[in-house]
């Protein structure tokens, strides 16, 4: 069986890539997150950005351009940590 | 560094015993009430209890009403963060200074002595003569607080929450979470946290990129697409006040890593605090309570780091140009000036401790706003079994797909 599995891997490789294989593993394994997650809430906190009465000056600061990437084939930058609030930088004092 | 000239023997001597300037701080104390028998205003009763209906304390003999004033207004809570200078703590939320949980009083009914552990309880009742006694005068553990948040929901509102909650997650949940499931054993809690006023400013550093172009090239079958970019670097302050941000008070609840569901009772948060009142433990009675036992100076980390967090919030919105994303590398927070005000606030809590795995899990409900949240055991290897034949089923597919392709 693993060998027929094989050659029809094979022959597939020009019209659906083989990588769709591993549709039933990745889906187990988010199925099986998904659902501790509902259950055990581990992700859950007080969302105190959004839930906290807030009064905010006007944000101020500006940007200078220092260097150009002039082919890559990433889509985004690399870290991008401008959504993720609480992951803490280097700390200045 | 020359800092004037030097000053005289006499001089350095008084400010070597001179004693260290206090800290600005407010007093809360309600000077009405005393440690002990604290009577009905009406009819002189002691059996006063929280009324959750109406938010009021009632006599349980005559039936009058009452309730202490909203600390908000009363201490000026509200006001004024735009221009707080330094650490302002009141006196609730000051120094712990001993861990002498067990208080004795003496009941002004009878004069039996009568202890209270002022880590679980701020009431007892004299076993002679029956009064309620409380305990209302500022003690050196942390027990007393500034103010206190009275339960809204109702035992009878709370259970249906928690078996609300509870019915969704039946399939998976573990079977002797199921069978000793009885809701109505929900505990209400007062717990104590620290509510903070904070003025701060927050500035961060760091890179973004912003697309100048995009194109796929053409490589035999297959293609791959390319980006250009500029880099910039990019800096953003903000200032900002935040009015009762509300903080844990409790080492056993303030850790969040994963060997407990403290997460949870975090979640419920936050509370309408705006509404707290004057302290009077009557509004305790019939419910435990849990001791403050952070002081403020370890606190503080904790106010920087949720600042921060808020700070990148604030700023996030004026990062549209850079289409490819910010990645901040450097942070920093001034902290101007906070108050710190400290609250028992109310939970209904209903714990359950999974014995194979020695995990206390909660399902909690706030008793303001009905907020609740919880943790419900699952059972592994149901959760396998799904997670298998969801797998087996999009293999199926899969491979059906490829056959029919090839």
């Known amino acids: 069986m693993i060998t027929e599995l094989t050659q029809v891997v094979v022959m597939a490789s020009d019209g659906v890539p083989a990588w769709i294989l591993a549709a039933g593993p990745a889906g187990g394994a988010a199925t099986y997150w998904a659902l501790y997650r509902y259950y055990r809430n581990t992700d859950k906190s007080h969302a105190y950005e959004r839930d906290t009465i807030i009064a905010a000056q006007p944000v101020q600061g500006h940007q200078e351009k220092v260097d150009h990437i002039s082919r890559t084939r990433d889509s985004d930058i690399d870290g991008d940590n401008s959504s993720k609030h609480r992951q803490r930088v280097q700390r200045l004092t | ?406």
């Open chain 2, 1 to 406: 560094m020359f800092d004037g000239p030097p000053l005289s023997l006499e001089e350095e001597l008084a400010a070597a015993r001179a004693e260290p300037e206090p800290g600005p701080s407010i007093d809360m104390v309600n000077e009405s009430l005393a440690d002990g028998v604290n009577r009905c205003p009406k009819c002189g009763s002691t059996d006063v209890r929280l009324r959750a209906s109406t938010g009021q304390l009632i006599c349980l003999f005559c039936r009058h009403e009452w309730a202490e004033s909203r600390v908000e207004e009363e201490f000026g809570l509200g006001v004024g963060i735009d221009e707080l200078e330094g650490t302002v703590i009141a006196g609730g939320a000051d120094e712990i200074s001993s861990d002498q949980d067990v208080i004795t009083m003496t009941c002004t009914g009878c004069g039996a002595d009568v202890v209270v552990d002022t880590a679980h309880a701020m009431n007892a009742r004299c076993h002679w003569c029956r009064h309620t006694l409380n305990v209302n005068q500022r003690t050196p553990n942390g027990a007393v607080p500034d103010a206190v948040l009275p339960f809204r929901l109702t035992h009878a509102e709370a259970v249906e929450k928690i078996r609300e909650f509870a019915s969704k997650r039946r399939l998976f949940a573990h079977p002797r979470f199921k069978k000793e499931f009885v809701p109505e054993n929900v505990l209400g809690v007062y717990l104590p946290y620290l509510v903070i006023d904070a003025r701060a400013e927050a500035s961060y550093v760091g890179r973004g990129e912003v697309q100048t172009r995009r194109w796929t090239e053409k490589h035999g079958d297959s293609s791959t697409t390319y980006y250009a970019a500029d880099v910039y670097a990019v800096d953003r302050q903000v200032a900002f006040t935040v009015d009762d941000l509300t903080v844990e008070g409790a080492a056993d609840r303030a850790n969040f890593d994963g060997s407990t569901t403290n997460n949870i009772v975090n979640t419920v948060l936050p509370f309408d605090t705006k509404n707290a009142v004057k302290w009077n433990s009557s509004y305790l009675v019939g419910f435990t309570s849990e001791k403050r036992d952070l002081d403020v100076e370890e606190l503080k980390p904790v106010l920087e780091d949720q600042l921060l967090s808020i700070g990148r919030s604030q700023v996030e919105g004026s990062l549209a140009q850079f289409d490819r994303g910010v990645r901040w590398e450097a942070e920093k927070v001034d902290v101007g000036g906070s108050r710190w005000v400290s609250m028992y606030l109310p939970v209904w809590l209903y714990s359950y401790y999974q014995e194979n795995t020695k995990m206390l899990h909660y399902i909690a409900v706030n008793a303001r706003t009905g907020e609740t949240m919880g943790s419900v055991p699952v059972s592994q290897w149901r959760l396998l079994a799904a997670a298998f034949t969801v797998g087996t089923f999009l293999e199926g597919i899969a491979g059906w797909i490829l056959v029919v392709s090839a």
